[in-house]
């Protein structure tokens, strides 16, 4: 690895990249690179903390005596914390892959850090961001997706809230003293008022999130027993990041980032570490890109030498597994069958799945908000009903009870058939919101999986946080579909992001397909002209 390499990596890592040409070539040669086969120990628990560490590709595991692990990919770092508490390593560091790292001793690195105090604070921030992690769970972030860094909002907001029950606080003192109330009663209760309004507070200000993975932008905000939502936009989907500050932000160093998008701004207000978020947003993204280039041109390498017999390979991309399907003309399509029992039960289920179409249904409390009176009505009916049997009552009489009973089933049909109905579903490619009502119009609206642009969930009151339902707005270019009050609104918004992330890696992998055997059959066909020993016309000279 040349001085170039180690330069170029140094100027596009977040922890480095505001230095200017200078510094980068101060600090340059501090480091030294270390290359580790996979399965390599860099070093073991209990081993002097001497080093700091830079990945420049492929992957390290960290675990410690207890078993408990953490990856760090590429662009990561680690061994800081021994260092910063002058102890021993208290975990195992291991490559996963063969890697490249780059590593700077213990005096180097505090040396850059006294000269460059902003990389300390961005070290300091990344640990806030792992401890985050560990403290709080993400069931909504898949297996092999990776989060990069998570922040919140600045300490300051939570000191600028906590003024309204304080000066309640104040308020209320002076006015229990001036109208010469018991003070040794009130001020007490003002006091607890105060403390829960405190704690409800820095509770909400610890469950807002700002989060940068391998996959998206989100932005989680939980209003404890009021709502909760989460905003998140595809990393394709970004068009660009900025920063804005007031002069109260500058001062303390925090401010906004909004995230800029085909459908308007996600802004990610008073994060603590706005300049992270931006360069580490920048940097998931080249790296996405990096990546999806390098699998792209290692799978055209592959194919070239395949085509052109370099590889010892006879095996032809079209005989190649990947490309083979079965053929399927005339004969029957394999669909998934259910029985009258079963499709009698999914007119009840918020949501099934069917010939691998994720169908979802408004939450049953839906159902019941539009029902409930009929519910009462028809509990009277039957009252009614049993009262006149036994002569409790002499009217109505049992025709007019009966009328009124069949007509109060028909409209509760009508209501439940409105509500069965009303679907939401999910295809290999599609997001459709099926709207019809009984014996009316049916309308279908749909957009291409691969076409959305971000993703909004809401859950906006106590009733839906305790029923655990909510809409899920997408964002689809110059149209937006809203699956209303489905249940479990934060699992319907994951499993369209995963929809709509295998959708836009299948039409990747389709257009570099495309790309691949365009360019190998114009090199096989330049190939077989090059090669070609057929002599060319002569000359009559006779």
């Not at 004969?331 to 009840?348: K, R, V």
């Not at 979802?360 to 409390?365: G, L």
């Not at 509760?412 to 119009?441: C, E, M, S």
Request: charged share 25%; hydrophobic share 40%; glycine share 6%.
């Amino acid at each position: 690895m040349d001085s170039k390499t180690i330069y170029a990596f140094l100027h596009e890592h977040f922890l480095f990249n505001y230095l200017t040409d200078e510094e980068l070539g101060q600090i340059m040669p501090l480091f030294k690179p270390i290359i580790l086969e996979k399965g390599e120990v860099l070093y073991r628990t209990g081993f002097p903390g001497r080093n700091f560490f830079l990945i420049v590709s492929g992957q390290i595991i960290l675990q410690d005596d207890d078993q408990n692990s953490s990856v760090i990919h590429t662009k990561g770092h680690f061994g800081e914390q021994a260092i910063f508490k002058e102890g021993l390593r208290n975990e195992t560091a291991q490559a996963l892959e063969k890697s490249t790292i780059l590593a700077i001793n213990k005096r180097g690195f505090l040396a850059i850090l006294a000269a460059y105090p902003s990389i300390k604070s961005r070290i300091s921030g990344m640990k806030i961001s792992d401890t985050i992690i560990q403290n709080h769970e993400f069931p909504w972030i898949s297996s092999d997706e990776t989060v990069r860094f998570v922040d919140r909002k600045h300490i300051n907001v939570f000191y600028t809230q906590l003024m309204l029950p304080l000066v309640f606080l104040i308020l209320t003192g002076i006015g229990a003293f001036l109208l010469d109330l018991n003070l040794g009663l009130f001020l007490p209760i003002t006091f607890l008022i105060f403390c829960l309004w405190s704690i409800w507070l820095w509770l909400d200000w610890r469950n807002d999130f700002y989060l940068v993975t391998s996959e998206r932008v989100a932005w989680v905000e939980k209003v404890i027993w009021l709502h909760d939502q989460r905003r998140e936009v595809p990393l394709q989907s970004i068009l660009s990041v900025n920063i804005s500050t007031n002069q109260i932000q500058r001062l303390f160093g925090y401010g906004d980032v909004i995230v800029r998008t085909y459908t308007g701004n996600i802004p990610m207000r008073n994060t603590a570490h706005p300049k992270m978020l931006l360069d580490l947003i920048s940097e998931v993204q080249e790296i996405s890109k990096t990546r999806a280039q390098r699998i792209e041109t290692a799978d055209i390498n592959q194919t070239i030498r395949t085509r052109l017999g370099l590889s010892g390979n006879s095996t032809s991309p079209e005989t190649d597994p990947e490309f083979t399907d079965l053929e399927m003309e005339g004969g029957p399509q394999l669909t998934e069958t259910i029985t009258p029992l079963q499709e009698f039960i999914n007119l009840f289920r918020a949501r099934y799945e069917l010939n691998g179409v994720i169908n979802y249904r408004k939450h049953i409390f839906v159902l019941f908000r539009n029902s409930w009176w009929l519910l009462m009505a028809l509990a009277g009916l039957g009252v009614s009903f049993f009262a006149r049997l036994v002569g409790l009552l002499t009217y109505p009489t049992l025709p007019v009870i009966i009328i009124l009973f069949t007509v109060n089933l028909a409209a509760l049909g009508y209501v439940f058939a409105d509500w069965a109905n009303d679907r939401f579903q999910i295809t290999d490619k599609h997001i459709i919101d099926l709207d019809r009502k009984p014996f009316g119009r049916e309308t279908k609206r749909s957009a291409l999986l691969e076409n959305v642009l971000s993703l909004d969930c809401k859950r906006e009151n106590i009733i839906q946080r305790l029923f655990d339902f909510g809409t899920v707005a997408i964002n689809v270019g110059d149209i937006q579909l809203d699956f209303e009050h489905v249940a479990h609104p934060i699992t319907v918004q994951n499993e369209i992001f995963e929809r709509y992330n295998n959708a836009v890696k299948q039409k990747e992998l389709e257009d570099a397909h495309r790309r691949r055997d365009d360019m190998v059959e114009f090199l096989a066909a330049y190939h077989e002209e090059s090669t070609d020993d057929t002599p060319g016309p002569e000359s009559d000279d006779s």
